[in-house]
């Protein structure tokens, strides 16, 4: 087998790169270690950057975000019982959508079945092989034999667990990490949402966020020790925890139910240096992580997979090499300001087990400016709702 360009995982990158790639005529194939259903099983963040909005739109595939997703104006955050409104429209003139990641990997599945393009599920065993050299290309087991695909180049799309980030060398790599003292634990319920925007709450017992899927789903996430089991955590004492945490006017009047899902993430920030090698690019969690306080994760992806697809579409149909030679300073400018962003509003909001007296004035401080202070609420909202590509 022979294509233009080899996509390593089947998540929102590849799925998204794939796209543009498609759209542009350039040949590609996805690989992917699951199948499809187990891909759109798992559930994770649910806000989209004017930027992700903009590409699914321009792509033809924003039909169903646009007419079940709300678009959100601003967003509350809360300290104890006083609220501070991030007003987005006002300080940027933008807003940014709700609707489920896995609603848009769904919609991404549906534009490749559409496009007929490829996509091979339970591909095992991934080798990339000459990625230093113009023989490049990957090999992969599937029902029980070996597999070749020749390529000009490979997107590393493969999570953060994924081989393709391994493949650059140790000594050409350079890994930053931070891990946070806690994690968080998350529920979705049939039950209407609290208010019509998210509610990111610091308080004395902890941070809370209360999110949504749609008029009758909640989402809502408590700090907890990251090794908590969530089958530990009762309904009943997850609910009074939240209820301690938000403001009192939230927690008098939040409709209560049985959870659907319950789960416990680690937070985590960490980036990978450069993100290419050879003709080996990565995108997404594959080269990054954010913890996900301010909902970066699928944005700064999609932010990758725009450079990239870029910088193919500037080789494949200009022959202009700059873009390929330019995506990893490209793409990491920007990752690191979405870390910036991921990592304060987790500091603002957390209690950070080993805080000092000092520390916990600081972030009282931190809380105080932004309520009395219209630019720093327009720092927020202009991170918030995506910084220009
Ligand atoms: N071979 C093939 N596929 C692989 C391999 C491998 N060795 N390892 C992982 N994969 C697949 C996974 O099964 C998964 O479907 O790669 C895909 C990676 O998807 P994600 O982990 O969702 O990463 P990404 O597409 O970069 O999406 C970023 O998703 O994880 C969230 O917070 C993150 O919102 C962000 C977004
Ligand atoms: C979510 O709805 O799952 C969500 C929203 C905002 C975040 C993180 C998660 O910052």
Same mark, same amino acid.
């Given at each position: 087998?022979? =294509?233009? @360009?080899?996509?390593? %995982?089947?998540?929102?990158?590849?799925?998204? *790169?794939? !796209?543009?790639?498609?759209?542009? &005529?350039?040949?590609?194939?996805?690989?992917?270690?699951?199948?499809?259903?187990?891909?759109?099983?798992?559930?994770?963040?649910?806000?989209?950057?004017?930027?992700?909005?903009?590409?699914?739109?321009?792509?033809?595939?924003?039909?169903?975000?646009?007419?079940?997703?709300?678009?959100?104006?601003?967003?509350?955050?809360?300290?104890?019982?006083?609220?501070?409104?991030?007003?987005?429209?006002?300080?940027?003139? =933008?807003? @940014?959508?709700?609707? %489920?990641?896995?609603?848009?990997?769904?919609? *991404?599945? !549906?534009?490749?079945?559409?496009? &007929?393009?490829?996509?091979?599920?339970?591909?095992?065993?991934?080798?990339?092989?000459?990625?230093?050299?113009?023989?490049?290309?990957?090999?992969?087991?599937?029902?029980?034999?070996?597999?070749?695909?020749?390529?000009?180049?490979?997107?590393?799309?493969?999570?953060?667990?994924?081989?393709?980030?391994?493949?650059?060398?140790?000594?050409?790599?350079?890994?930053?990490?931070?891990?946070?003292?806690?994690?968080?634990?998350?529920?979705?319920?049939?039950?209407?949402?609290?208010?019509?925007?998210?509610?990111?709450?610091?308080?004395?017992?902890?941070?809370?966020?209360?999110?949504?899927?749609?008029?009758?789903?909640?989402?809502?996430?408590?700090?907890?020790?990251?090794?908590?089991?969530?089958?530990?955590?009762?309904?009943?004492?997850?609910?009074?925890?939240?209820?301690?945490?938000?403001?009192?006017?939230?927690?008098?009047?939040?409709?209560?139910?049985?959870?659907?899902?319950?789960?416990?993430?680690?937070?985590?920030?960490?980036?990978?240096?450069?993100?290419?090698?050879?003709?080996?690019?990565?995108?997404?969690?594959?080269?990054?992580?954010?913890?996900?306080?301010?909902?970066?994760?699928?944005?700064?992806?999609?932010?990758?997979?725009?450079?990239?697809?870029?910088?193919?579409?500037?080789?494949?149909?200009?022959?202009?090499?700059?873009?390929?030679?330019?995506?990893?300073?490209?793409?990491?400018?920007?990752?690191?300001?979405?870390?910036?962003?991921?990592?304060?509003?987790?500091?603002?909001?957390?209690?950070?087990?080993?805080?000092?007296?000092?520390?916990?004035?600081?972030?009282?401080?931190?809380?105080?400016?932004?309520?009395?202070?219209?630019?720093?609420?327009?720092?927020?909202?202009?991170?918030?709702?995506?910084?220009?590509?």
């Amino acid at each position: 087998m022979r =294509t233009q @360009v080899v996509i390593i %995982g089947g998540g929102p990158s590849g799925l998204l *790169l794939g !796209q543009h790639l498609n759209k542009a &005529g350039i040949e590609n194939i996805i690989l992917e270690r699951k199948t499809k259903e187990y891909v759109l099983s798992r559930i994770r963040a649910g806000i989209l950057e004017i930027g992700t909005v903009n590409q699914l739109r321009e792509l033809g595939l924003a039909q169903r975000m646009d007419k079940e997703g709300f678009v959100h104006n601003g967003t509350v955050i809360s300290y104890n019982d006083e609220q501070i409104r991030i007003d987005f429209a006002e300080h940027t003139n =933008t807003t @940014v959508m709700v609707y %489920g990641q896995t609603e848009v990997t769904f919609d *991404l599945y !549906q534009g490749r079945e559409a496009d &007929g393009a490829s996509v091979i599920y339970e591909a095992e065993d991934i080798i990339l092989q000459e990625v230093k050299s113009d023989a490049t290309y990957v090999e992969f087991k599937k029902g029980g034999k070996t597999h070749k695909i020749d390529c000009d180049y490979i997107a590393g799309c493969d999570g953060f667990h994924g081989v393709s980030r391994q493949s650059i060398p140790i000594t050409h790599r350079k890994e930053f990490e931070k891990i946070y003292p806690f994690g968080w634990l998350g529920i979705l319920s049939e039950t209407k949402p609290i208010h019509e925007e998210l509610i990111y709450a610091n308080s004395d017992a902890g941070f809370a966020l209360c999110s949504m899927r749609n008029a009758n789903l909640s989402r809502y996430y408590i700090q907890c020790d990251a090794r908590d089991n969530p089958k530990e955590w009762s309904d009943q004492v997850f609910w009074e925890e939240l209820r301690r945490r938000i403001p009192t006017e939230f927690a008098d009047t939040i409709e209560m139910g049985p959870s659907i899902e319950k789960s416990v993430a680690p937070l985590r920030s960490f980036v990978c240096e450069p993100m290419q090698w050879g003709r080996l690019f990565l995108c997404g969690d594959a080269a990054h992580i954010v913890p996900p306080t301010g909902a970066k994760g699928l944005n700064t992806a999609a932010s990758d997979v725009y450079y990239l697809a870029d910088a193919l579409k500037r080789h494949y149909l200009q022959g202009d090499p700059s873009g390929v030679k330019t995506y990893s300073q490209r793409a990491l400018a920007r990752v690191w300001k979405a870390e910036r962003f991921s990592w304060w509003m987790t500091s603002l909001l957390h209690h950070f087990p080993e805080h000092s007296k000092f520390d916990q004035k600081m972030q009282m401080a931190d809380v105080a400016l932004l309520k009395s202070n219209p630019n720093a609420q327009a720092v927020l909202a202009q991170n918030y709702v995506g910084l220009p590509y």
